[in-house]
Nanobody
Protein backbone atom coordinates (compact mmCIF):
# COMPACT_ATOMS: atom_id res chain seq x y z
CA UNK A 1 0.00 0.00 0.00
CA UNK A 2 1.24 3.44 -0.88
CA UNK A 3 2.31 5.47 2.12
CA UNK A 4 3.32 9.06 2.56
CA UNK A 5 5.76 9.76 5.38
CA UNK A 6 6.17 13.30 6.71
CA UNK A 7 9.03 14.54 8.84
CA UNK A 8 10.56 17.80 10.03
CA UNK A 9 7.96 19.11 12.43
CA UNK A 10 8.81 20.43 15.86
CA UNK A 11 8.69 23.34 18.28
CA UNK A 12 10.01 26.69 17.14
CA UNK A 13 9.77 30.28 18.33
CA UNK A 14 7.84 32.85 16.37
CA UNK A 15 9.96 34.16 13.51
CA UNK A 16 11.81 30.88 13.18
CA UNK A 17 11.91 28.36 10.36
CA UNK A 18 11.20 24.70 9.77
CA UNK A 19 11.42 22.48 6.70
CA UNK A 20 8.93 19.67 6.32
CA UNK A 21 9.61 16.69 4.08
CA UNK A 22 7.25 14.13 2.60
CA UNK A 23 8.42 10.93 0.97
CA UNK A 24 5.92 8.73 -0.82
CA UNK A 25 6.60 5.07 -1.23
CA UNK A 26 5.02 5.11 -4.67
CA UNK A 27 7.36 4.79 -7.64
CA UNK A 28 5.02 6.91 -9.75
CA UNK A 29 5.52 9.89 -7.43
CA UNK A 30 6.41 12.08 -10.39
CA UNK A 31 2.90 11.64 -11.84
CA UNK A 32 1.18 13.26 -8.87
CA UNK A 33 0.71 16.78 -7.70
CA UNK A 34 1.66 17.01 -4.04
CA UNK A 35 0.00 19.22 -1.48
CA UNK A 36 0.39 20.29 2.11
CA UNK A 37 -2.59 20.83 4.39
CA UNK A 38 -2.78 21.63 8.09
CA UNK A 39 -5.26 21.06 10.84
CA UNK A 40 -5.38 22.88 14.15
CA UNK A 41 -7.35 21.45 17.12
CA UNK A 42 -11.06 21.89 16.60
CA UNK A 43 -10.57 23.15 13.05
CA UNK A 44 -11.09 21.65 9.61
CA UNK A 45 -8.16 20.56 7.49
CA UNK A 46 -6.90 23.65 5.66
CA UNK A 47 -5.07 23.91 2.35
CA UNK A 48 -1.55 25.32 2.61
CA UNK A 49 0.28 24.74 -0.69
CA UNK A 50 0.42 22.47 -3.72
CA UNK A 51 2.98 21.77 -6.41
CA UNK A 52 2.30 20.25 -9.79
CA UNK A 53 3.72 16.89 -10.87
CA UNK A 54 6.45 18.55 -12.89
CA UNK A 55 7.17 21.16 -10.24
CA UNK A 56 6.42 23.96 -12.67
CA UNK A 57 3.30 25.27 -10.94
CA UNK A 58 2.63 26.09 -7.33
CA UNK A 59 -0.25 27.54 -5.39
CA UNK A 60 -0.46 28.84 -1.83
CA UNK A 61 -3.12 29.92 0.58
CA UNK A 62 -2.96 33.67 1.14
CA UNK A 63 -1.85 33.47 4.76
CA UNK A 64 1.46 31.76 3.89
CA UNK A 65 2.38 33.56 0.68
CA UNK A 66 5.85 35.04 0.90
CA UNK A 67 6.71 32.92 3.95
CA UNK A 68 6.32 29.29 2.81
CA UNK A 69 7.83 27.62 -0.24
CA UNK A 70 6.81 24.24 -1.61
CA UNK A 71 9.27 22.34 -3.78
CA UNK A 72 9.93 18.82 -4.95
CA UNK A 73 12.86 16.69 -5.98
CA UNK A 74 11.53 13.87 -8.13
CA UNK A 75 14.95 12.20 -8.21
CA UNK A 76 14.82 11.93 -4.41
CA UNK A 77 11.10 11.17 -4.36
CA UNK A 78 10.55 13.97 -1.87
CA UNK A 79 8.40 17.08 -1.55
CA UNK A 80 9.35 19.88 0.83
CA UNK A 81 7.63 22.73 2.61
CA UNK A 82 10.07 25.42 3.72
CA UNK A 83 8.39 27.53 6.37
CA UNK A 84 9.96 30.86 7.32
CA UNK A 85 8.80 33.70 9.57
CA UNK A 86 6.59 31.29 11.45
CA UNK A 87 3.71 32.65 13.50
CA UNK A 88 1.80 31.12 16.41
CA UNK A 89 -1.22 30.79 14.14
CA UNK A 90 0.79 28.38 11.97
CA UNK A 91 0.60 25.86 14.81
CA UNK A 92 -1.11 22.71 13.52
CA UNK A 93 -0.58 19.15 12.39
CA UNK A 94 0.72 19.31 8.83
CA UNK A 95 -0.23 16.62 6.32
CA UNK A 96 1.05 15.92 2.85
CA UNK A 97 -1.14 14.37 0.23
CA UNK A 98 -0.97 13.20 -3.35
CA UNK A 99 -3.46 13.95 -6.09
CA UNK A 100 -3.91 13.57 -9.84
CA UNK A 101 -5.78 16.90 -9.91
CA UNK A 102 -4.35 20.07 -11.31
CA UNK A 103 -3.10 22.75 -8.94
CA UNK A 104 -6.24 24.75 -9.74
CA UNK A 105 -8.42 22.12 -8.08
CA UNK A 106 -5.93 20.77 -5.55
CA UNK A 107 -6.84 23.21 -2.79
CA UNK A 108 -9.70 20.87 -1.91
CA UNK A 109 -8.91 17.99 0.45
CA UNK A 110 -11.35 15.63 -1.28
CA UNK A 111 -9.20 15.77 -4.43
CA UNK A 112 -6.45 13.82 -2.65
CA UNK A 113 -6.20 10.05 -2.71
CA UNK A 114 -3.32 9.54 -0.26
CA UNK A 115 -2.37 11.22 2.99
CA UNK A 116 0.51 10.96 5.39
CA UNK A 117 0.15 10.50 9.13
CA UNK A 118 0.91 14.16 9.86
CA UNK A 119 3.69 15.99 11.65
CA UNK A 120 3.16 18.48 14.48
CA UNK A 121 4.35 22.06 14.08
CA UNK A 122 4.17 24.24 17.19
CA UNK A 123 5.14 27.91 17.09
CA UNK A 124 5.54 29.63 20.44
CA UNK A 125 5.06 33.35 20.90
Amino acid sequence: QVQLVESGGGLVQAGGSLRLSCTPSERTFENYAMGWFRQAPGEEREFVAVISASGGRTRYTDSVKGRFTISRDNAKNTVYLQMNSLKPEDTAVYYCGSTLSTVYRAHVASEYTRWGQGTQVTVSS
